[in-house]
């Protein structure tokens, strides 16, 4: 995974992580590697790996057993819900952006169809 320089590497892969659940790699229930699993897999430290499971939790996407381990909460419309606060996430940044450049609603939507239609994400 590349990082940017401008955010915390642990909301980062909290946000991979997210990723993970709408895309369904992760499903509700599962359980979480352990800190030194996932500091491996991402090569970072285990204490960083801690902040992202306390971010998590503090989210209510996962709790910890103690001595168990760290799971995602079983909660089936948890996916969806990801899914949507993302959109929403990204489609504000995006927006915010072309704001800048005063481009309108209309040009918008019509970039977005023009650029959707050559990418073949939408009809």
Known sequence: MDFQANYPIYLQIAE??????????LKPG???????????AYQVNPNTVQRIYRQLEAEGISYTKRGIGTFLAEDSAMPERLRQEIGEKLSAQFL????????SKEEIIRLLETQAQKEGELC
């Open 16 to 25: 991979d992580v997210k990723r993970r659940i709408v895309i369904g790699e």
């Open 30 to 40: 599962d359980k979480l590697p352990s800190n030194a699993e996932l500091a491996i």
């Open 96 to 103: 915010k952006q072309m704001a800048t450049y005063h481009f």
